[in-house]
């Protein structure tokens, strides 16, 4: 981990600690660029062709409601012989346009190869139909305070700031009855085509996460957050 994150993750567990609530959780885990975050419950899926990559990260959360999610991302992911780029994504490709499969949404929005998140609740998701894909329209739609992606709805991370590595923690509100927190990158042949393309993939982000009741939102320095403007699709 690197020293900036690692002094993130420290801070980000003292202060889940001392809000006194009993539902907080923090952690750190790498995210391999290979990571297919359309392969919950389904293995490593690759419609697309070019190989479905690495089962994507899987953190259990704890039961609750109103919980409200922060992270903190950094690292360096990219393809085989092509420039990297960081959290928020790159110009590898202007855009990505990727399906759903299964009962995991599609994902769309501008630049390639950002970290996303996908919340999932328990049990056998295989007979669920995928919801609509979160609305990212263009670059601004990946500063906002806060998202309220659905379940199984594919959603954009990046570093998990307003800006890129600058700005405001960014709140993701988890939907109630989510289980899951699963993390990976959205990929496909161009980013414009059914899913798949991960065996060509290298490096991967460093992510540190929080996640705390809604009432412990202050705790995280998210003052005023809790109250702003949810965006859904």
Known sequence: MSSSLRLSALAVAGLACTSGLALAQ???TYVKATANIFGYGLSTPAPGGGGGGTLANVIALNAGSGRVAAFSSGGQAGWA???????DGGNFASSTNI???GPISGY???LSGQLVGVFIEAGDISGFSAPGSMSYPDLASYSAASYAPDLR????IGDGKTGTGSGSTQAFYVPDGAAY???GIADAYGFN???????????????SYVIVPAPGVASLGLVGLAAARRRRA
Do not use: I, M
Request: glycine share 16%.
């Open 193 to 207: 085509a059914s899913a798949g393309y991960y065996d060509d993939n290298v490096g991967g982000y460093e992510t």
């Open 99 to 101: 399906p759903s499969v």
């Open 26 to 28: 923090n952690g750190f």
């Open 181 to 183: 927190l699963v993390l």
């Open 153 to 156: 709805q594919v959603f954009f």
């Open 108 to 110: 769309n929005g501008p």
């Open 81 to 87: 012989n092509a420039p990297v780029n960081g959290p």
